[in-house]
């Protein structure tokens, strides 16, 4: 009996070794696939412009670990290289820089073919873009500049509220703006703002903005032509002087003249530029922005993309510099114009990669989906949005909101948005840290005032919880839920 049991314990220890040694070639096996993926030109580009270091590192080991050499243990890079291995393969955003596009169409196709793909010929094509925030303090700069700020769009601020006569207060959005000693941009988050104005001007202004934004060289020249009939011809300043101060305290808001939600914001701001009249400083910028496309456009040929990176940061940051320049000039500052202070824009890029056919034709698109198949998904994803609405915090935080005016304000039914978020503050601050920890459960609810609204809203929660647990327990066995099913449980909500 000990003999059998002694050999049964050796031979657990060698299957435990075998299994030891199977789990160790395979793990060094995963990670040298994982570094060689590194090799890929688009996989490369995207990790370059995340991180250019990790490509250098990856390519620099990846003759190591292809050899065929024993591994020693993971490195950091290692972990960081396969974050982005794990973002390009779940495709964890819409947005990805990994994203691959493509056009397709709805159709009706033959009865069990959901998706077809009728082009094989397809190409690359790769967009480049800048992000946001860096373009928005370009803009900034440019917009310092007279001849370029007349084509800007000037928004009302609506927050605005008359505190007592000739004193305002409202709610400046946050903005970039130039720190005096370091000369770096810096980010302004918004902040309650009182300053002392004349009303007359405020009002003339208002009244002009209240439909839409203007452009400030229209605005201007409105202004100019009402002074008399505003009774603001004996006003020490002109029109021109007033908006920009206006602007300056964030009263008024400039805007490019282009939709909020446009893309490829650099070739805009490059034909704005070249739509402008010659001034000083704005051949420089010309030039910059063709440069800087220039390099964008031909980012995908590049030999070494992070070489490319780093030429893309630099070509951004000269443009900045010569912004930087147009500023000082129009700041009256020109001595200090051609060596303007150090400047800290940190860019970062994004690459869009569109499928397309080789040889283009009426019809562009590569796939065709079914009809039936887009309704169905349709229908499935409303009932499961109505769902899932039904238990957002937001409505908790509204009905906390129509409930606290109905205890202090019974018979208003407009007020000032400043005044609405001055009162309304104290509960808002018990809400954001409600919501960072209310993912504990779904029947957490955001309830400080005891709302019989939110009363209602529990009970449906509940009632919605029950259902929908009966409806699974009923498909537990079945491959599917049905979309009928879904709807009928949603069209309760």
């Known amino acids: 009996m000990a003999t059998e049991i002694l050999r049964l314990e050796t031979r657990l220890q060698e299957l435990e070794h075998q299994i030891f040694d199977l789990y160790g070639r395979q793990f060094e096996a995963e990670r040298r696939h994982v570094t060689s993926l590194a ?53 964890l955003s819409a947005n990805s820089t990994f994203t691959a596009y493509s056009l397709g169409s709805v159709a009706p196709l033959p009865e069990g073919r959901d998706l077809r793909f009728h082009r094989q010929d397809l190409q690359e094509r790769s967009l480049v873009r800048a992000d946001r ?5 370009l803009l900034a700069l440019i917009f310092s500049q007279p001849t370029a700020r007349a084509i800007a769009l000037v928004q009302w ?4 509220e008359e505190v ?48 839409s934004p203007k452009l400030f060289s229209e605005l201007v020249l409105d202004l100019e032509q009402s002074l008399g009939i505003l009774g603001l011809d004996s006003e020490a300043e002109d029109p021109e002087t007033v908006l920009g101060r206006l602007v300056g305290v964030g009263l008024l808001t400039l805007i490019p003249p282009w939709p909020s ?81 150090g400047l800290e824009i940190r860019p970062h890029f994004y690459e869009d990669v569109l499928l397309e056919p080789a040889e283009h034709n009426a019809d562009d ?52 948005l400043v005044e609405a978020a001055r009162g309304f ?16 459960s779904i029947m957490n609810m955001f309830d400080p005032l005891g709302s019989d609204a939110l009363d209602r809203l529990r009970e449906r929660r509940l009632g919605l919880l029950r259902k929908s647990s009966d409806l699974v327990s009923q498909y537990a066995e079945k491959p599917e839920l049905e979309i009928a099913d879904l709807e009928r449980l949603a069209s309760q909500v």
């Open 39 to 91: 090799q890929n030109s688009r996989f490369a580009r995207g990790i370059a412009l995340g991180a250019p270091g990790l490509v250098d590192k990856a390519r620099l080991r990846s003759p190591h670990f292809l050899a065929g050499q024993t591994l020693g243990h993971p490195k950091k890079w290692e972990a960081s290289l396969l974050r982005f291995v794990i973002r390009a393969a779940a495709k």
């Open 425 to 440: 503050a104290p509960i808002w601050k018990g809400y954001l840290p409600f919501v960072r920890t209310a993912g504990g």
């Open 157 to 160: 601020n609506d927050s605005i």
């Open 365 to 416: 698109t590569t796939f065709h989906i079914s009809s039936t198949t887009v309704e169905r998904l349709q229908r499935s994803l409303l009932a499961s949005a109505r769902l899932a609405g039904l238990f957002n915090t937001r409505h908790d935080a509204l009905h906390t909101l129509a409930h606290w005016w109905r205890q202090h304000h019974p018979a208003r039914e407009e007020m000032p």
């Open 164 to 211: 007592e006569p000739n004193r305002f207060r409202f709610v400046r959005e946050g903005h970039w703006r130039i720190d005096v000693d370091s000369g770096q941009f810096l980010y302004t988050p918004s902040s309650r703002i009182t300053v002392k104005f004349g009303a007359k001007w405020l009002d003339a202004i208002r009244s002009r903005l209240s439909q």
């Open 261 to 341: 939600e446009a893309d490829r914001i650099e070739e805009r701001v490059h034909q704005m530029l070249r739509s402008l009249p010659p001034f000083p400083g704005l051949e420089p910028l010309v030039t910059g922005t063709e440069i800087l496309l220039r390099k964008e456009k031909s980012f995908a040929e590049a030999s070494d993309p992070v070489r490319a990176v780093a030429d893309l940061r630099e070509s951004f940051v000269k443009l900045a510099l010569s912004a930087r320049r147009l500023a000082a000039i129009a700041d009256g500052n020109v001595a200090s114009a051609p060596a303007a202070p």
């Open 133 to 137: 925030p860096p373009l928005e303090q």
